[in-house]
């Protein structure tokens, strides 16, 4: 192995200065399938370029999500077989009757009717902020259309909202970053919150059936078969950390990505029929995945190197992102680019991300307000970020901008 390559450090303390994009150009270039160890782990392969990325997503044969799970971490087989209950660590068949039955929530209908309400979320959300001029963009708008939409899908009454932002935060967090591992009780306290407002709100429906996405839950059946308790509350909280993060990480480095680039902006208010190849551009850009993992269920070969049945096996989404083989340019942030199909929603297959439409309506929404209403929207210090090699996270961004009035 090139020597060049010992310091490549993928490890949980590289990611709180960001993605390491220097490390990932290099191991492209140079190492495309690198075999990264782990000072108290098994180590695993790091696969980084973008057509490796797709092999693997589609082929869950060879590359099990259920076997050892997607996170990077091993687990112990009695912390295997909770996470196999959730929705993204399940291998066909189990993934599929369990997918189907989500789905059911998930109708183009049922997505239609949350991105109606989506425009008039985000219009409002700046006009809680827009007088004030300076403001922590993370908080008081990028959390805020995608929170507001998991308590939706959930049913939850708003009173209860911004305690969901404070669990989805402690959900998240808190295998790396000492901010969230302070809060009291640590992330099992914070799911058995969320199970009991989950169960709450299902007990309601299966009473009181209303035209919404946890009616649509409960009542799913497929040959007879329902989801059970459980699995319903698993995928809330599968929704809450799947759903919310992501979306909220994605418009701050969104916001990043346009202050670093105002010319992108202004072409943007030059032109919006450019919007939605610009949602493209921020997907690949922000990327606020970093990595699902899987498991080789078989000895097999990527780009002539062997990977061993059991071995880990780690998908970089931001690395593929930015692989000069897929996309032209790929440090660039053009809101014009075409072709752009990343692998900010994983890589496809059986696992595609299920909020997809719902994400772009939510980033799109946001940012467009924020593009019109904040013009001259700037940083006032550093972001800080969020110290996990799993979500691209961005824990406080303050940011100022010229006053303006509200919309009515
Ligand atoms: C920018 C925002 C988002 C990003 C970057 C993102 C990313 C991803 C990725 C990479 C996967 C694939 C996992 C794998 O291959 O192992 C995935 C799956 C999933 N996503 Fe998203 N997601 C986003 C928004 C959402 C939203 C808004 C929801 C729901 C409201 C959601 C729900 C899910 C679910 C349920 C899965 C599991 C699907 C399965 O295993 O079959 N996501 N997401």
Same mark, same amino acid.
């Given at each position: &192995?090139?020597?060049?390559?010992?310091?490549?450090?993928?490890?949980?303390?590289?990611?709180?200065?960001?993605?390491?994009?220097?490390?990932?150009?290099?191991?492209?270039?140079?190492?495309?399938?690198?075999?990264?160890?782990?000072?108290?782990?098994?180590?695993?392969?790091?696969?980084?370029?973008?057509?490796?990325?797709?092999?693997?997503?589609?082929?869950?044969?060879?590359?099990?999500?259920?076997?050892?799970?997607?996170?990077?971490?091993?687990?112990?087989?009695?912390?295997?077989?909770?996470?196999?209950?959730?929705?993204?660590? &399940?291998?066909?068949?189990?993934?599929?009757?369990?997918?189907?039955?989500?789905?059911?929530?998930?109708?183009?209908?049922?997505?239609?009717?949350?991105?109606?309400?989506?425009?008039?979320?985000?219009?409002?959300?700046?006009?809680?902020?827009?007088?004030?001029?300076?403001?922590?963009?993370?908080?008081?708008?990028?959390?805020?259309? %995608?929170?507001? &939409?998991?308590?939706? &899908?959930?049913?939850?009454?708003?009173?209860?909202?911004?305690?969901?932002?404070?669990? =989805?935060?402690?959900?998240?967090?808190?295998?790396?970053?000492?901010?969230?591992?302070?809060?009291?009780?640590?992330?099992?306290?914070?799911?058995?919150?969320?199970?009991?407002?989950?169960?709450?709100?299902?007990?309601?429906?299966?009473?009181?059936?209303?035209?919404?996405?946890?009616?649509?839950?409960?009542?799913?059946?497929?040959?007879?078969?329902?989801?059970?308790?459980?699995?319903?509350?698993?995928?809330?909280?599968?929704?809450?950390?799947?759903?919310?993060?992501?979306?909220?990480?994605?418009?701050?480095?969104?916001?990043?990505?346009?202050?670093?680039?105002?010319?992108?902006?202004?072409?943007?208010?030059?032109?919006?029929?450019?919007?939605?190849?610009?949602?493209?551009?921020?997907?690949?850009?922000? =990327?606020?995945?970093?990595?699902?993992?899987?498991?080789?269920?078989?000895?097999?070969?990527? +780009?002539?190197?062997?990977?061993?049945?059991?071995?880990?096996?780690?998908?970089?989404?931001?690395?593929?992102?930015?692989?000069?083989?897929?996309?032209?340019?790929?440090?660039?942030?053009?809101?014009? +680019?075409?072709?752009?199909?990343?692998?900010?929603?994983?890589?496809?297959?059986?696992?595609?991300?299920?909020?997809?439409?719902?994400?772009?309506?939510?980033?799109?929404?946001?940012?467009?307000?924020?593009?019109?209403?904040? %013009?001259?929207?700037?940083?006032?210090?550093?972001?800080?970020?969020?110290?996990?090699?799993?979500?691209?996270?961005?824990?406080?961004?303050?940011?100022?901008?010229?006053?303006?009035?509200?919309?009515?």
């Amino acid at each position: &192995m090139s020597s060049s390559l010992d310091d490549i450090d993928l490890l949980a303390g590289t990611w709180g200065r960001g993605v390491p994009h220097d490390q990932f150009d290099r191991l492209r270039k140079e190492a495309p399938v690198y075999w990264h160890p782990e000072p108290a782990d098994t180590g695993f392969w790091a696969l980084t370029k973008y057509d490796d990325v797709k092999r693997c997503s589609h082929d869950w044969r060879t590359f099990s999500s259920e076997r050892g799970a997607t996170f990077i971490p091993t687990q112990d087989e009695m912390a295997l077989e909770s996470l196999r209950l959730t929705i993204l660590n &399940m291998d066909p068949p189990k993934h599929e009757r369990y997918r189907r039955l989500v789905s059911k929530g998930f109708t183009p209908r049922m997505i239609r009717m949350l991105v109606d309400d989506i425009e008039r979320r985000a219009v409002r959300v700046i006009d809680e902020v827009c007088e004030k001029g300076e403001v922590e963009f993370v908080e008081e708008i990028a959390a805020q259309v %995608p929170v507001q &939409m998991i308590c939706e &899908m959930i049913g939850l009454e708003k009173d209860l909202w911004p305690r969901m932002f404070e669990l =989805s935060n402690q959900l998240i967090g808190s295998r790396d970053d000492p901010d969230y591992q302070e809060l009291p009780g640590g992330p099992e306290a914070g799911a058995m919150e969320v199970y009991m407002l989950c169960d709450a709100v299902a007990a309601d429906r299966r009473a009181n059936p209303r035209d919404d996405i946890m009616t649509a839950l409960v009542e799913a059946e497929i040959d007879g078969e329902r989801l059970t308790d459980p699995e319903l509350n698993l995928f809330f909280i599968t929704l809450i950390v799947a759903g919310n993060e992501t979306t909220r990480n994605l418009i701050n480095h969104s916001l990043l990505a346009l202050v670093e680039n105002p010319d992108e902006a202004q072409r943007l208010r030059d032109d919006p029929s450019l919007w939605d190849p610009a949602v493209e551009e921020m997907l690949r850009w922000g =990327s606020s995945i970093h990595n699902f993992r899987r498991t080789a269920t078989e000895d097999t070969v990527v +780009r002539d190197v062997e990977i061993k049945e059991g071995d880990k096996v780690v998908l970089y989404y931001a690395s593929a992102n930015r692989d000069e083989e897929a996309f032209p340019d790929p440090h660039t942030f053009d809101v014009a +680019r075409t072709p752009n199909d990343h692998v900010t929603f994983g890589g496809g297959g059986v696992h595609f991300c299920l909020g997809a439409s719902l994400a772009r309506a939510e980033i799109k929404a946001t940012m467009r307000q924020v593009v019109d209403r904040l %013009p001259d929207i700037e940083l006032t210090a550093e972001p800080s970020r969020l110290h996990s090699d799993f979500v691209n996270g961005i824990k406080k961004m303050p940011v100022r901008f010229t006053p303006s009035p509200r919309s009515n």
